[in-house]
């Protein structure tokens, strides 16, 4: 006899019941190397009965031209531009098998085999929701800027909460190297965690800015240690009068300062280590929107000179910005850096805004000098991004889904708040931290508040290119709470033929966990 | 006749011996030393008789005063209970049943509720250990009880039914110092009788520890090096009057008067350590049942209650000197009459009304607002078979809204529930009880979940529904000789879970998120070793499931277990507990770990005269900094405590 079960038993033992894995789709292989980057296109089924082959910067020679054949009928032919675009349709269903002929000149590439396939399978395929979890409170995952295409890559993760710089095989998952826990340190009688905030790596050292403590540490990754740090505790002159209302202790002497001249600049945020020098915004936080008011002191960026191992020797210089709240500094390739600044940002009657202008401000690495500034008004720059042309930026905003692009060389505003380029529609507060670029020129930007990852092409602006028409969903479990995109980055190398793997870590912040993204179930065979 | 109060009868045999001299009671501290939890025994009421004063079915009766002295430990050695800390001795303490804590469990003292209406907050350790009696605990969702998804902790007051004097003093580890004084005693004048006792406690402790905090993600955690934590101080001085009295053949009453003020920190973690601040508060709650006979058969009871909270927060870090404010009131009454119109039948019906307010000032804004609630409720109760079949049907209609200061003439559309709950006790062998359950709770949002100002840092969700409950559950306890043993298995959807999530990048407010599966048990093992003492054991299994992200609920540690020893003779005897508990989960997401761990105390209690009781206590003997606690809280490594108790009434 068959007895019925209590139906909160069976609900419960099923909801105990472990979810099947997610199956692994088998990995891509590695790309022959060729005059033609078959990792930079794109062949999917475009609509019923029809394909589309795209290539995007780069995936030819200019004027190569790329032949669609199946057997010995050619079914499509197309010639690259200057930039090595090209985008051609042809006949054909899913799953038909095609060669990509390419010849430049003379000269033929090695012909590889494509199959037509339906993108939104692709597309789930290349998102690996969990690879990792981390720590508390997870603020940035980075790369090593120089970090070796091919072999064991390691992401390291920025834990503020846990007061400490984390790691992850951008492959396997899983911790590469031992944890570093970044000390407390006392201040005024309290002692004060870390609260690490951001970093930047090259070869085996990390550099990691203390939020609470006004300095920076150098880490060496492999080993796990810290090798040495630097402080600033030498007040710096504003070169103004700064009125606070209401008045806040500056100065932590326990008495209310309603004006200032100078402070000792705090709360490093972002930074970017070029040659012997490390760059820090300091945000200068004086008063949060929880105590009524937001204040912040002007914008610092703080020069650590660092000796031959890469640890802070002491010396400090200190420049004044001209905007408020600075939170990225990154090196462009003429030897510069770029300095972003959101601007004074408020909570008013329960909204988000900026009550000062922030912008973007390109300083000199030898002689510090400020070679450019570019104001964006109220658009609340986020991090910025080096295009592949080397000399443009997007900046995105944290307060809107949009992009400015802006000019470095020259100094000029291409898009701006005016005209933007707008990665969701309407004003609702989505946030966009960070954007990576792909060797592709496609940029993947993070939004944190739809749990999604938006493309855009560099190269003309273009958002959600085709095949990227519908947005990534990094929440591919669907959960009910948001996962919240924080931060991304790219691995160095070409995936599919430098290497094979994860090529972008995604870092959910309030899902306290790491996502990675493998484009070659996209892009290429 | 049915007695139907319990109180009366207890006070009037008190009052006949106290009239007479103080009375040569037997050393009590045998009793004390009974075993910690007679885990699933029905209360011994004494002199009670009838319905009203049986179990409810599946209720435990917990001694509070049991080995460990202190009551959290007591509560914490409970299959299914546990006791959440934010410190070691005298820090704050929340209590756990099933997982379930904050507004998800109601803890009373006497007719009042303890837990803040406005903000959920309950501190264990700010309750006048000394005034309690007992404890009476059902877990699991009780429909009666607004909230009570995971269960309901009643805590008796030791009314005074006979004279009091004593005075204890405990010292420990932190710089912590607690004191207490109790004295009263019950009187008569013509057909009046009255007892009045009162207490006064302080207590205070540094807070400081070092402790080793764990990081990284939840599959593989790395213990870092020693932190110490700072801003844990706690400063508490609280006075607790308790009354009883009684009209000969008329109405009886009895009063519970507690004020508590403490100032102490607030610690922060992560990024909070920024915002770190103090705070200050006072509260003030006050209740009393009263019971008026309207026949042989028919009673009315009332039950008043209040309570009062101010809080002060102030800014270390920004040195301001006050940062914020919260003023909350509660006001609440339940009538009802209770018929017996047939031997073994009881029924009650009665209607209840609730209102709390809370006033906020602060940096981040203000508000005001009321949350009003009512409701009618039917109890019957039923035995059938010589007593050995006990029923209980219960259902409650209850109505609620919430309104602010500025949109008092628009408040939220009215929510309606109907709460019924069935349970069931049979005893098919005179030492073999089964019992089971099957009911529905919910927990309305808490003012502050509703109406936190939109600045603030964690703004209230007018929009909120109440979260909703069913739960069936089922069990039975064995008595075989000096053998106790008890078996309780349970299963429950929460729907409408509430949670604090990220609106967008910046902001974070309370919403529905998920629906929660959870199922679980819980089993327990007294042997009684006669004058010698006494050995227990019991463990609990809670499992859960969030729909939303497919993780256990967060700081639920799927099992948890106790052993305890009680060894020696009356006058002086060692004691030791042993408290386990699984890794568990410390955010929604399921990624954060807190660290499983198994923690040791051992001790012993002396008595050299019957008045006098010296206790020696060693808490996590293994000195095991990384133990957490509530949502991950370190904890201490090992403490010592010493303590004094001396009872005035036991001396010849």
Known sequence: MVRAHPWWMMAVLASCTPLPQDTEPPAPPLLPRTLVAYEKMALFLEAPGQARLRGFTGAAPEGGVVEVREGNTTLAQVTADAAGRFDVRFGAEKDREVELHARVGTEDATPLRFKVRDFSEAASSMVRERLSGTGSTPNQVLFARDASPTGRTTGLVVLSGDGALDNVDADEGGRVSPLVP?????????????????????????????????????????????LGEGNITTPQALGEILTLDPPVDVDGDGVEDQQVTALVPRNPTGIAVVGSRAFVAMANVLSTSASGRAQFGPGMLAVFELDGRGIPTGATRVINLAFRNPQHVIPLDNGTVAVSSTGSLQRVNGTWQVDSDGGVEIFDVSSLQK???????????????????????????????????????????????????????????????????????????????????????????????????????????????RLGIQSLAMRPGRNGVDRA????????????????LDTRFVLGP | MLALSVHRRVLLRSLSCAVVAWCAQPARAADDDEPVLQAEAPPVIVEAEGIDATPVPGETRVELKGRSARMLDVLDAVPGVRVMRAGGQGGAAQLSIRGLHGRRVATYLGPVRLDDPATGILDLSELPAAALSHATLAKGTSSSTEGALGGVLQLRPAYPVQPVLSAGVQLGSWRSLQADVSAGAPTTWRKASLGMTAHARMSTTSGSFAYTPVAGPVDAPVLLPERVRLNNDRHRFGVTLLAAGEWAGGPSATGVLDVVTLEGGVPGYGLAPLTASRESQTRVLAGTDVDVPLGTEVVLRGQWSGRASAWRFQDVRAARQVAGALLTRSLSQRLELVVAPVAGLQVSAGSSAQLDVADSRGDAGWYDAWRPMSGVHGDVRAHAWDGRLRTRAVVVAQVYTSTTGD????????????????????????????????????RIPSLEELHRPADAPLA?????????????????????????????????????????????????RPYNVADVWRAGGDVNLVLQLGDWGALDGGADVNLSHVTATNAPLPAVPPFEMHLGALLGPPAARLFTDVVGRAPSRGNLHGELPIRGAMRLDVGAVVHPVPWLEVRATVRNVT????????????????EFGLSVRWDGAQVE
């Not at chain 1, 793997?501 to 990675?516: H, M, P, W």
């Not at chain 2, 000195?623 to 090992?638: E, I, N, S, Y």
């Open chain 1, 501 to 516: 793997g994860n090529d972008i870590l995604v870092l959910l912040s309030l899902a306290t966990r790491v996502s990675a």
């Open chain 1, 371 to 481: 070679l450019q500034e570019i104001n964006l008004g109220r658009f609340a720059p986020s991090r910025p991004l080096l295009l592949a042309d080397g000399k443009s930026l997007y900046v995105p905003s944290i307060l809107r889904a949009r992009l400015a692009r802006l000019d470095v060389e020259n100094g000029q505003l291409i898009r701006g708040p005016g005209n933007p380029v707008e990665l969701a529609e309407g004003e609702l507060l989505r946030t966009v931290f960070e954007c990576v670029l792909h060797p592709t020129a496609l940029v993947f930007c993070g939004l944190f508040d739809t749990d999604s990852i938006v493309v855009v092409d560099s190269a003309d602006d273009t958002v959600r290119p085709w095949p990227f028409t519908s947005d990534i969903r990094v929440n591919t479990g669907d959960s009910a709470v």
């Open chain 1, 182 to 226: 970044l000390p407390e340190m006392a201040f005024g009688g309290a002692v004060v965690p870390a609260t690490p905030w951001a970093a930047d790596a090259l070869g085996e050292n990390a550099w990691v800015t203390r939020y609470a403590h006004a300095g920076i540490t150098t880490v060496n990754v492999p080993g796990g240690t810290i």
């Open chain 2, 407 to 442: 949109t008092w003439k628009q408040p939220r559309v009215p929510d309606l529930v109907l709460l019924p709950e069935l349970s069931a006790e049979l005893e098919p062998l005179p030492n073999l009880v089964m019992h089971g359950a099957v009911g529905r709770a919910w």
């Open chain 2, 460 to 508: 209230g969700n007018a929009d909120l529904r109440p979260e909703d409950g069913v739960e069936v559950q089922g069990g039975m306890r064995l008595l075989m000789g000096p053998l106790m043993g008890s078996f309780t298995a349970y299963g429950a959807r929460m729907s409408n879970l509430i949670a604090y999530v990220n609106v967008n990048a910046f902001d974070v």
């Open chain 2, 623 to 638: 000195d095991d900094k990384a133990l957490t606690d509530w949502w991950g809280v370190p904890q201490p490594g090992r």
